[in-house]
């Protein structure tokens, strides 16, 4: 099981989505969703400090983001509450992923504390119960937890492991934060694409259905993926946006492609990780 101290990094890795099926929607508004997730080394990092009293205090504040809703502090109280513990917590988070980004970034960050915190605070909460916990707190929490690329269904929850092939990615920013609940309230959203059995997946298989409708209300989401699409006709977007992306086999075409990036658009290359970093933390 890999050790951790209160004295060690504790990454939270962004995801792409591979594909994003809308293929229902539930008696509350949510939708039911097929995609598989797959975690990248481009990454958060927190780091916790112990205490004498059992606040918890977020040390790094991000601006415009009031400390009582930040996704990290809402998680470390869930735990609390949800074992009984009695212990605090200083958390600093130095943020590199962007926020609207469809990196899933501040629920990585969320699920990283619920797994640093039942570790070092010794809760003893399964992976099992800390998926369901993040749940509560955003509908791509519990894959961050769960740690393993997969194909997910319902919103996100229900979970068959998968293997995917070595690959890195370039991985596009346009210079807009897009709102998940303004995409997925979109009238004009296609909510019916036949489900899949999850066995029958093939790498490279897919689309993703908030695409069209983000691309609508954000041109500049839009231009990227035009301009991606000229260098990797399989280019596609992650989450709801705004960040867009194209897999290759080798991370020299991923960088020769970013090479060529016009200004005016901003990117990345990042590898596709077997597993999140904390996949084996106990
Ligand atoms: C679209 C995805 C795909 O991985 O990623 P992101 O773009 O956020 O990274 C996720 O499903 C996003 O998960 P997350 O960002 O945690 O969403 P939540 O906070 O739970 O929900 C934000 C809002 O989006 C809508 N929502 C979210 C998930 C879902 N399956 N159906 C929905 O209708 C709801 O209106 C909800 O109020
Ligand atoms: N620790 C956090 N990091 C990022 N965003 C956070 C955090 N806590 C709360 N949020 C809120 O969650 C929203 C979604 O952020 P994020 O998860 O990074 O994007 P996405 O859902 O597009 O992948 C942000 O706009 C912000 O208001």
Redesign the pocket.
């Known amino acids: 099981m890999n050790r951790r101290t209160w004295d060690s990094d504790w990454p939270a890795p962004a ?1 792409l ?1 591979l594909f ?1 099926h ?1 293929v229902g ?2 008696v509350d ?5 097929q ?1 598989v ?1 797959r975690f990248i080394d481009r990454a958060d990092t927190l780091h916790f400090a112990p205490r004498t009293d059992d606040d918890i205090v977020l040390a790094t504040p991000i601006p415009g983001v009031p400390a009582d809703s930040d996704l990290t502090v809402r998680a470390a109280r869930l735990l609390q509450q949800a074992t009984g513990c009695r212990q605090g917590a200083t958390i600093h988070l130095a943020k590199q992923l962007p926020m ?8 990585s960050d969320a699920a990283t504390v619920l797994l640093a915190l039942n570790h070092l605070w010794q809760t003893g909460l399964t992976r099992p119960q800390l998926e369901q916990l993040g749940l509560t ?5 519990p ?1 961050f937890v769960h740690g393993r690329s997969t194909f ?1 269904e ?3 929850e229900a979970f068959t492991d998968i293997e995917l092939p070595t690959e890195s990615y370039l991985v596009l920013h346009p210079d807009v934060h ?4 303004a ?3 979109a009238p004009e959203l296609k909510r019916d694409t036949p489900a899949i059995l999850p066995g029958d997946w093939r790498h490279g298989d897919g689309h993703n259905d ?1 695409e069209t409708v983000a691309c609508a209300k954000f041109p500049a989401v839009a231009a990227a993926l035009a301009w991606l699409k000229t260098k990797a006709p399989h280019a596609m977007m ?4 705004a960040c867009v992306f194209a897999g290759f086999p080798r991370r020299s075409e991923a960088e020769a492609a970013l090479a060529a990036l016009p200004a005016g658009l901003r990117g990345w290359v990042a590898d596709g990780l077997p597993a999140h970093p904390l996949a084996e933390i106990e």
């Not at 609207?100 to 629920?107: A, I, N, P």
């Open positions: 995801k989505n994003l809308v929607r539930r508004g949510y939708h039911l969703l995609t997730f609207g980004g469809g990196l899933g970034g501040g629920s707190l955003g509908a791509d929490v894959v997910a319902g919103i996100g897009v709102p998940t609940a995409i997925f309230g908030l992650t989450g709801s946006g």
